[in-house]
């Protein structure tokens, strides 16, 4: 993939999130400390959040332009076909895990992305009938996965998945994800402030800082 | 009064406090969700104004509608004239009076449910592919569905008993506009005893049955399978 993210400004505080730069991988890292505004960058990717300016573009396809004089293009978060997993994870908890699952899944004739396919990858076949509060972490976790994935997203957004997972659901779990980007082929955004996970799983990652990024490049290279 | 009375008075008290509940959903709930959500200049005078009716001396806002829906009025005889209505001593009236005095009790109720529901979740619906009608519906409404319910009975109850608003605007014209609360009053004036006990017994019930309706649907778990 291709995401183009030029004249980004949007007030945070106590910074202001500032951008301009254009990166090409399938699976890129945002990586920086808490609080340097990697979740608004991932926000206003999704357009959830309104920038004074910015340009976002997805292999071409345009869908944030504001601050332009000529035109405004704010495609609504509907029309983006993301995935987004927050680091909170928003499972619905009024909805059994399969209406979860159901809630934006596209049924596409001769796909890979299956709910049967995507649960049996993801090994909650057997969670379906559940409650989302009977549910673990680590449950929670991948279910939030799989209900971004059926969703059949051109791109992936994923805040920190693994933060709140214990060392060793750690490990699964981004060998998970690595199954999932291997089964599937989907372009990954994959929000982080462990460099361990970004040399595993990223091919391109930018560095934040207070609200910039600061480096950018391949994880071997950029984050020596 | 015979039992045919009785029993006229008591559905059409029951059709008054449905509709006028029905009636005023939509704009009490999308009202609720605006004041939870939104922040504008002028917010609290429109958060004073939906109060109003609570605050008020009932027959005080019973005068003001009357004086806006009475012929000479400016929507009343804006109605008489475009569509010869009277609204004014009909049961039009009596409908207006119970949705304007139980309007403030389901908006108090409904806005912090929705002030409850993490505005993120509806966010994350919206990346699934969700407008923001599926959004609200499918999301906010049911996560705020205990409010809205507690609300909703609450000006149901309240349509069932209201009499001070109702008697200025459409008096109490039996078979006509008379409701529950009316007839036990004018049964009381007149001595009518043992009418009083039975229309009292009833509104009893009415009111033990709302309750028990929305304590049971509130007990009632809120994650589904």
Redesign the interface.
């Known amino acids: 993939m291709i995401l183009e993210l030029q004249n980004i400004r949007l007030s945070l505080e106590p910074f202001d999130l500032l951008l301009n730069t254009s990166v090409e991988g399938d699976v890129i890292a945002i990586y920086g400390p808490s609080g340097s505004g990697k979740t608004s960058l991932l926000?206003l990717i999704?357009?959830?959040r309104r920038p004074a300016s910015a340009t976002i573009r997805m292999n071409g396809m345009l869908w944030t332009d504001v601050g332009n004089a000529k035109q405004r293009v704010e495609m609504?978060?509907?029309?983006?076909?993301?995935?987004?997993v927050?680091q909170?994870l928003?499972l619905?908890?009024?909805?059994?895990v399969f209406?979860n699952l159901s809630?934006?899944y596209?049924r596409h004739g001769d796909d890979l992305i299956t709910l049967e396919h995507v649960t049996e990858t993801l090994e909650i076949s057997t969670l379906l009938?559940?409650?989302?509060?009977d549910l673990s972490g680590g449950e929670k976790q991948r279910v939030a996965l799989a209900?971004?994935l059926l969703?059949h997203p051109r791109l992936l957004l994923l805040d920190e998945p693994l933060a709140s997972l214990d060392p060793s659901l750690k490990s699964k779990s981004l060998e998970l994800l690595k199954r999932v980007q291997t089964e599937f082929q989907l372009p990954m955004l994959y929000v982080t402030h462990e460099a361990g996970e970004i040399l595993d799983l990223c091919d391109q990652v930018l560095i934040f800082e207070r609200g910039q990024c600061v480096r950018q490049g391949t994880p071997a290279l950029t984050l020596s | 009064m015979n039992f045919g009375d009785e029993m006229q008075i008591i559905g059409f008290t029951l059709w008054v406090a449905v509709l006028s509940t029905l009636l005023i959903l939509p704009p009490g709930l999308a009202l609720a969700w605006i004041l939870a959500r939104k922040n504008w200049r002028g917010k609290s005078l429109v958060e004073t104004f939906i109060t109003l009716p609570l605050v008020l001396p009932p027959v005080a806002t019973g005068l003001i509608l009357l004086k806006l829906f009475g012929r000479k009025g400016p929507i009343g005889s804006m109605v008489h004239d475009g569509w010869g209505m009277d609204i004014a001593f009909t049961w039009r009236a009596v409908v207006i009076a119970a949705s304007v005095m139980s309007f403030p009790l389901l908006v108090r109720s409904a806005r912090p449910a929705f002030e409850e529901v993490n505005p993120r979740l509806e966010q994350i619906a919206s990346t699934l592919g969700a407008g923001r009608i599926r959004v609200f519906f499918t999301i906010t409404v049911l996560l705020a569905k205990r409010g809205i319910l507690a609300g909703t009975l609450l000006a149901f109850a309240r349509a069932v008993g209201e009499f001070g608003a109702t008697i200025l605007v459409a008096g109490n014209i039996p078979r006509k506009t008379s409701t529950l609360s009316l007839a036990i009053y004018q049964c009381f004036q007149l001595g009518h005893d043992s009418t009083v006990w039975r229309l009292l017994l009833i509104s009893l019930l009415i009111a033990l049955g709302a309750v028990w309706c929305s304590e049971w649907l509130l007990s009632k778990p809120l994650s589904s399978r």
């Open positions: 926000d999704a357009g959830l609504p978060p509907s029309r983006r076909c993301l995935g987004y927050p909170d928003c619905f908890p009024h909805l059994s209406k809630y934006g596209k009938g559940r409650g989302i509060s209900r971004a969703t």
